[in-house]
C-alpha cells in the first residue's frame, strides 16, 4: 500500500508540474470557477477568428493577444505561492481575490492601449505625452510581475538589468559604456512601437504559435499521447530494452505537437518508465531516457517548438525552410538515443517484454487511426500545399473537432449506448481542450512579450556593442565563441523556457556568431547561427541543478533528480555536438543542397557519426570499451560529422568531399573487428548489472 501511494505522489507531482507549466496554478471554486476558462476559450475563438476571415491590423492583434494572455496570468496566478508574513490572502488558489481581478483588467486595458490609441501615438510618435509614458512604464512592470508569476524570476531580472543598462549605460566603464536612451526615446521603443514588446516574437505568438498549441491540446485531450505510446510499444516493445525505444517514439511521436517536455514525460513517461524499470532499468536511467526523448520532442519537424516559428520570422524564410534545415540534426538525434537505449539494454542485460504483455499493434493501430487524419491533413498542407504555417494548423484543428466531435458519440453507439449523452461529452471535451490551449498559451505569450524588452534595449543601439564585447572575450575566436554561446544558453535557460531562452541569446550572440565566422574565412548561414541557439535552449531543460523536464521524471520514477538529470544530460549530449558540427558543415542542415540522393546520404553519415560519439560518451559499442578505442570513436564520428575538413586537410576537392566517409566507416568497421572477441565472450557470462 506505501510503495502504490509513494508512485501516486511521484504523479501527482508530475501531472502538478506540468499543470504549472501548461498554465493551472488556481482551481477557483464558486461564482470565480468559469472566469478563467471562459477568458480562454474567448480568447482561442478569437485566435481562430483572425486565421480565418477577421481581418486585423497586425499590431491590433499582437496588443489583443497580449491582452488576453496578462488578463489570464493575474486571474490565474496568485501573487506568492506560499503565504508570506501571514498574507494567504496573496496565495489565495481556491478562489480569484478582486485584488487580482482589479490588476488583471489594468494590465489587459495597458495592454490594448496601443491598440485604443493607434492613430494618435502614430501621430505624435517619438514625442510621448504623459499618458504615453505612465501607461509605457505601468505596461513594463505589469508584463514583468506577469512574467514572474508564470515562469519565474529569471526573465524579469534579464530583463530589468537590460533597462538599467539602457539608462546606466554613460555611467559604465569605457569597455562597456553606452550612449543611453531617455525615459521619450524607451517607452516609444518598447511599448508604441513593433521594435520591443510589441515585436517579432509576440506576433509569431499571436499569429502561428497559438494554433498549433491548440492542435496539441485539442490531440491530447482526444486521447492522441497515449495512441501513440500504446503503438510505439506494439512495434518496439518485444525487442531488446523494448520499453525504452518504444519511449523514444512514442515521446517523439508526442514532441511532434506537444512543444513541452513536462507535457511530454506526463504523457509518455507515466506508461514507459514503469515499464523501463520492469525489464531491468534501474529508475534513474529509465527516468534520464525518457527526459532525453521528451526534451528533443522540440527538434522533431514538421512540428516543432514555438522557437522554430520565431527562427523563420528572423531568418525571413518560409517555415518549410526551418523543418529542411532542422531534419538531418533532428532525426539524427534520436537515431542515436535509439542507439543508446539499445547499448544501454546491451549493458545491463535487459531483453525485451513478453509478446502477451504487449498491445497489438494492428488492433492499436485502427483503434487510434482516426488521431492521424488531422496530423496528416496539417503535413499535407505545409509540404504539398504550402501553405502557411497559420492556415495549415487552423485547417488541421478544423478537422480535428470534427473528430472530437463524433469520437464519443462512435464509443457509445459500439457499446449500445445513449448517443446524447455522449455529443454532450464530446461538446465539453472540445471546450475544454479549447480552454486547456489558452491556458498552455499564457506563458509561450508572456515569455514572447518580456523577451521583446531584452530585444527591443538591443535594437536602441547595444547590437554593435555586444558585438564588440563578445569578440573581446572570445578572443575573436569562433570556437571558444560557441562554447561561450552554448553555456551561457544552457545558463539563463535553467531559469527560462525554450522560446524565450532562444529570443535572448539569438537577439545577443546569432548575428555575433555570423560575423566572427566571417571574419575568421567561416561562412556561417544565419540559419545555422539561431538553430544553434536553438538546440541549446532546448537542452537547458534537463540541466542540472534546475531541470525541471528532470525533476518531473524522476518524481514517476522514484528517482533521485539531480543524478537523473545528469545522466539526461549525459545521454543529450550526442544533441549538443550537432550545432557544433552544422555551423562548420553546412550540409547537415541541407543548406545548398539540392539532391534526395546527397541529402540521404549525409542523413545516414550523420546518423553514423552520432552512434560513434554516443559509443565514445558511453564506454560501449557492441562490448565494453577500452580505453584506447574511444579516440578511435571520435575519430570516425568527426570523419563522419565533417568530410569537409578532412578533404580540406588532405588536399582534396570540395566536391569530392563525401569520399572521405570511407575513411571514417573504416574506422568504424576496425573498432567492431577490436570488439567482436569481447562480445561473443560476453555473450557467453552472465549479464551482471
Known amino acids: 500500500m506505501k510503495k502504490l501511494q509513494k508512485k501516486d505522489d511521484g504523479l501527482d507531482l508530475a501531472k502538478k508540474l ?33 486565421a480565418s476571415w477577421l481581418i486585423l491590423d497586425s499590431t491590433f492583434i499582437r496588443a489583443i ?21 501571514g498574507l494567504s490572502y496573496l496565495a489565495l488558489k481556491s478562489r480569484i481575490p478582486l485584488l487580482d481581478i482589479c490588476i488583471g483588467g489594468v494590465a489587459c486595458l495597458a495592454a490594448l492601449y496601443i491598440a485604443l490609441d493607434y492613430e494618435g501615438i502614430n501621430s505624435r510618435y517619438g514625442m510621448a505625452s504623459t499618458l504615453d509614458i505612465v501607461v509605457g512604464i505601468g505596461l513594463v512592470i505589469l508584463l ?21 543598462y539602457a539608462f546606466l549605460g554613460p555611467y559604465m566603464p569605457d569597455v562597456i559604456s553606452f550612449k543611453g536612451v531617455s525615459l521619450n526615446r524607451f517607452v516609444g521603443q518598447m511599448t508604441m512601437s513593433t521594435e520591443g514588446i510589441y515585436g517579432i516574437p509576440l506576433d509569431v505568438s499571436a499569429t502561428v504559435v497559438f494554433l498549433f498549441v491548440l492542435f496539441g491540446s485539442m490531440l491530447d485531450k482526444a486521447g492522441a499521447g497515449k495512441f501513440f505510446i500504446q ?11 523494448g520499453p525504452a525505444k518504444a519511449a523514444v517514439m512514442g515521446s517523439g511521436l508526442t514532441g511532434l505537437v506537444s512543444g513541452s517536455s513536462i507535457a511530454n514525460i506526463v504523457t509518455t513517461g507515466t506508461f514507459t518508465i514503469p515499464m523501463m524499470k520492469k525489464v531491468g532499468y534501474p529508475a534513474t536511467k529509465a527516468a534520464a531516457v525518457e527526459v532525453a526523448a521528451s526534451t528533443d520532442g522540440q527538434l522533431a519537424p514538421p512540428i516543432m517548438g514555438a522557437a522554430a516559428f520565431i527562427i523563420a520570422e528572423y531568418v525571413n524564410v518560409p517555415y518549410i525552410d526551418v523543418v529542411k534545415a532542422a531534419a538531418i540534426p533532428a532525426f539524427a538525434s534520436y537515431a542515436a538515443l535509439f542507439y543508446i537505449t539499445h547499448i544501454e ?42 501553405h502557411s504555417p497559420e492556415l495549415s494548423a487552423f485547417n488541421a484543428i478544423w478537422v480535428m473537432t470534427i473528430i472530437m466531435l463524433f469520437q464519443e458519440p462512435v464509443k457509445a453507439y459500439r457499446k449500445g449506448e445513449p448517443l446524447g449523452p455522449a455529443f454532450k461529452q464530446s461538446v465539453v471535451n472540445i471546450f475544454s481542450s479549447l480552454a486547456t490551449g489558452g491556458r498552455n498559451m499564457v506563458s509561450v505569450a508572456l515569455a514572447t512579450a518580456a523577451a521583446g524588452i531584452i530585444v527591443g534595449v538591443v535594437a536602441l543601439g547595444l547590437g554593435g556593442l555586444i558585438t564588440e564585447i563578445v569578440d573581446v572575450i572570445s578572443g575573436g575566436n569562433i570556437f571558444l565563441m560557441l562554447i561561450i554561446t552554448a553555456l551561457a544558453s544552457l545558463i539563463i535557460g535553467m531559469g527560462l523556457p525554450t522560446t524565450a531562452t532562444y529570443i535572448v541569446m539569438a537577439s545577443l550572440t546569432a548575428p555575433v556568431i555570423v560575423t566572427i565566422g566571417g571574419d575568421q574565412g ?34 514517476i520514477a522514484k528517482s533521485p533528480p539531480i543524478p537523473t538529470g545528469l545522466q539526461g544530460f549525459m545521454y543529450d549530449i550526442r544533441t549538443a555536438i550537432l550545432p557544433f558540427m552544422f555551423i562548420f558543415n553546412t550540409d547537415l542542415i541541407l543548406h545548398n543542397v ?45 570523419v563522419m560529422f565533417r568530410p569537409d575538413q578532412i578533404a580540406s586537410w588532405l588536399d582534396v576537392a570540395h566536391d569530392q568531399r563525401y ?12 573498432i567492431y573487428l577490436l570488439q567482436r572477441p569481447r562480445m561473443i565472450k560476453d555473450e557467453l557470462t552472465p549479464a551482471t548489472i
Not at 510499444?233 to 525487442?239: A, C, D, N, Q, W
Open 18 to 50: 506540468a499543470e504549472e507549466e501548461g498554465g493551472i496554478s488556481r482551481r477557483p471554486e464558486g461564482r470565480t470557477k468559469y472566469l478563467i476558462p471562459v477568458v480562454a476559450v474567448i480568447w482561442c475563438f478569437f485566435q481562430l477568428s483572425i
Open 65 to 85: 493577444h497580449l491582452g488576453f494572455a496578462i488578463l489570464i496570468v493575474f486571474l490565474n496566478y496568485p501573487l506568492f505561492k506560499k503565504p508570506y508574513f
Open 144 to 164: 514583468l510581475e506577469a512574467a514572474r508569476r508564470t515562469i519565474g524570476p529569471a526573465l524579469p531580472i534579464i530583463a530589468t538589468f537590460f533597462i538599467g
Open 231 to 241: 503503438l510505439a510499444l506494439s512495434l518496439l516493445g518485444r525487442y531488446k530494452g
Open 345 to 386: 539494454a546491451s549493458k545491463l542485460g535487459i531483453r525485451g517484454m513478453p509478446k502477451a504483455e504487449l498491445p497489438l499493434f494492428i488492433k492499436t493501430l485502427l483503434g487510434g487511426l482516426h488521431y492521424c487524419i488531422p496530423l496528416i491533413m496539417l503535413l499535407y498542407e505545409l509540404i504539398v500545399m504550402r
Open 522 to 555: 567561416f561562412l556561417v548561414p544565419l540559419m545555422a547561427a539561431h538553430l544553434f541557439c536553438f538546440y541549446f535552449g532546448i537542452l537547458a531543460d534537463d540541466t542540472p541543478p534546475v531541470g525541471l523536464a528532470a525533476y518531473a521524471a524522476a518524481a
Open 594 to 638: 539540392h539532391s534526395w540522393s546527397q541529402g540521404i546520404l549525409i542523413f545516414l553519415m550523420a546518423c553514423l557519426a552520432n552512434f560513434a560519439f554516443a559509443s565514445a560518451t558511453q564506454g560501449y559499442f557492441i562490448a565494453r570499451n577500452k580505453f584506447y578505442e574511444v579516440p578511435l570513436f571520435l575519430i570516425a564520428s568527426f
Open 659 to 670: 569520399w572521405m566517409y570511407l575513411i571514417g566507416l573504416g574506422v568504424f568497421g576496425l
